[in-house]
């Protein structure tokens, strides 16, 4: 089940620290991951800008834009690897995720440790099963400088990110893309399409680490409700920010 049910005892509520700071274990890249699929959950731009057509637009570029205009849904698999600067594998890990634009996602980690990242159209959620502790974080609280503020539905991607290259490669659309403001978690994301889905995700951060996942199963624009998307701490869980 995607949604987590309050039972009779409520969550404790605790001051919130920095969002990078707040839980632990894969919470680096799922916080950093999360930024990229608040660009995933965006609202399609005006149809004038989305014109796979465009003899201007090159293929990642165009790739992108098509996935925005034309995926309302997408449910998949993953596989994520953390790798260190030095190409060391530190970290595998398998979910799902499913994704409901605009500003709906549910990115569940279910090994090595269980986590939730969702976003349910009004707060940012990350839940850790292990740790009992939840945090929240209302989607555009973090200011202009955050991803999360691209789930405002009021900006276009390019707004909040400069394409720093795309290509074709094995088959594939490739776009990556940076941030343009500080406050981010990540410093570059490289997104592959096949046939306009996003199939691969490849983020660096500031320690030039790089998480790479590979989505698998894929589906789009089928029906989820927004209740998917809803998340109520379970009972005796720590929640850190919201109200106290």
Request: glycine share 8%.
């Amino acid at each position: 089940m995607c949604k987590e049910r309050l039972s009779h005892t409520a969550p404790r509520h605790v001051p919130a620290p920095s969002l990078a700071r707040r839980t632990v274990g894969l919470t680096s890249p799922a916080a950093a991951f999360a930024g990229v699929l608040l660009v995933l959950a965006l609202p399609a731009a005006p149809a004038s800008a989305q014109d796979p057509a465009d003899a201007s637009a090159s293929l990642g570029i165009a790739a992108l834009d098509r996935f925005l205009a034309e995926v309302d849904t997408f449910t998949a698999g993953f596989e994520q690897e953390l790798t260190s600067s030095d190409g060391q594998l530190l970290e595998t890990a398998v979910g799902t995720l499913s994704l409901k634009r605009p500003n709906r996602f549910l990115w569940r980690y279910e090994t090595p440790i269980e986590q939730l990242v969702i976003a349910d159209g009004e707060q940012l959620w990350m839940y850790d099963v292990d740790l009992a502790q939840a945090t929240v974080t209302p989607l555009d609280s973090d200011g202009p400088s955050s991803p999360a503020m691209l789930l405002s539905g009021e900006r276009d991607v390019r707004d909040g990110f400069d394409v720093v290259e795309d290509f074709r490669s094995d088959g594939r659309d490739w776009i990556r893309l940076s941030p343009n403001t500080g406050g981010t978690d990540f410093r570059s994301v490289l997104i592959g399409f096949s046939d306009a889905l996003p199939v691969q995700l490849e983020l660096v951060d500031g320690l030039d680490q790089v998480t790479s996942i590979t989505f698998f199963g894929i589906a789009v624009n089928e029906e989820l409700s927004d209740s998917a998307f809803e998340f109520e701490p379970p009972p005796d869980v720590d929640v850190i920010g919201g109200e106290g």
